[in-house]
């Protein structure tokens, strides 16, 4: 395994930790307060190319694998947890499928507008019903002459309040379980398909989750992606792919964390010397970095078995959840060495904490990767 980055990678890696700390992090508060990422933030991001970082160059994208893209996450991951997810989701679940299972004229339609950054995308799976339970979906998609039929409702969709494409999987047959779900591309201007309810959540502020609502949603049936019945499996693949990407975005997070944390103990002072000197602080700080850098070791190797298009179903697991419960542990430490101040809303170490308890929950929660590892290891066994 070589981990190594070249120096295209290099330069863009170090372009994007400056776009980071000169055009983000200035804005940190006010996109907490406003719970809003301004016009002026998105344009820069599009002028820089974040938003095809997982499209090819063929269609306008930057073409990086996925060892050079998680090393690009890294440093994104080192700001407002807000704008993380409204990229990550984007150039993650909300493009993957699109350029992994869609065919040469869905591409050249989509991808090139995906990759500037003038049409975000967005993944629909999860319903009311159908959480955890993926292959419990309610929404149906009825072939009708030359287009699908659906209807429905879709709930937790990242990106949906400004996403413009999205992957929507549906139940074309009832009688095939998993078998007869299908995915489909749909855009925002489809009659028949409505953006409902804008949840109010705990953390991630500027990053919008909504309702999807499908009232006779006409689909035409070129926009079938993949293959018909295939849906829940395009559903696994983009979630597994996707789980690197989110390893990384928690992998920044903690490095930043870690930073302020040392920052703080340093300059900090209790009982005539720096907190850092007292061995309680020492410990905490000490777990962290070691955890930090075991998850990048983690991180790196399932990219790398990313790139070699190799079988990471059960890897991929195990890594979305380590990455989110370091995250959440580095975060619970850092409110910990700040004290007080680490439970202010003045201070961003408030806001991370608040902000890494969701990546124990979203695109599958630890319970069900740890399902999902087991599963894995009974087929090995067993074989």
Not at 26 to 50: A, N, R, T
Not at 81 to 97: D, K
Not at 280 to 298: G, P, T
Request: with cysteine; proline share 2%.
């Amino acid at each position: 395994m070589d981990f190594r980055l070249d120096e295209d990678i290099l330069l863009l890696k170090e372009n994007i930790r400056q776009f980071i700390e000169e055009e983000i992090e200035p804005y940190s508060m006010q996109i907490e307060e406003d719970d809003h990422i301004p016009e002026s933030i998105i344009k820069l991001s599009k002028e820089i190319g974040l938003f095809g970082l997982s499209i090819p160059e063929q269609y306008g994208g930057l073409g990086i694998g996925m060892v050079g893209k998680c090393a690009l996450y890294e440093e994104i991951g080192k700001t407002h947890n807000g704008y993380t997810t409204l990229i990550g989701a984007h150039t993650g679940i909300g493009t993957v499928g699109i350029v992994e299972m869609g065919n040469e004229m869905q591409k050249q339609k989509y991808l090139p507008d995906m990759a500037s950054g003038n049409k975000i995308g967005a993944f629909a799976l999860t319903e009311p019903a159908a959480g955890s339970h993926a292959t419990n979906l309610k929404m149906t998609a009825v072939k009708r002459g030359d287009k699908y039929i659906l209807n429905g409702t879709k709930h937790y969709i990242t990106n949906a309040d400004v996403a413009d494409i999205f992957t929507v999987m549906a139940v074309t047959d009832k009688g095939k379980g998993a078998k007869g779900i299908t995915s489909f591309i749909v855009e925002k201007g489809f009659p028949g398909f409505q953006i409902g309810s804008i949840e109010r959540k705990m953390g991630l502020r500027g990053s919008h989750s909504a309702e999807l609502v499908f009232e006779d949603c006409e689909v035409p049936v070129e926009n079938v992606l993949g293959e018909v019945g295939k849906g829940y499996v395009n559903a696994l693949k983009i979630l597994a792919n996707g789980r690197a990407g989110l390893a990384a975005r928690n992998l920044g997070s903690c490095q930043y964390l870690l930073d302020l944390s040392i920052h703080y103990a340093t300059e900090r002072e209790q009982f005539d010397v720096p907190i850092i000197d007292h061995q309680a602080v020492s410990h905490m700080i000490a777990e962290m970095a070691m955890e930090i850098e075991a998850l990048r070791s983690f991180t790196y190797r399932v990219a790398w078995m990313v790139d070699q298009k190799a079988k990471i179903i059960k890897e991929a697991a195990m890594l979305k959840l380590y990455g989110s419960e370091v995250y959440n542990r580095v975060a619970d430490r850092a409110v910990q060495i700040h004290g007080g101040m680490g439970y202010m809303k003045d201070y961003p170490v408030e806001r991370f904490y608040r902000d890494a308890r969701i990546t124990r929950i979203y695109e599958g929660t630890s319970e069900i990767q740890k399902n999902i590892i087991t599963g894995q290891l009974k087929k090995n066994y067993q074989k």
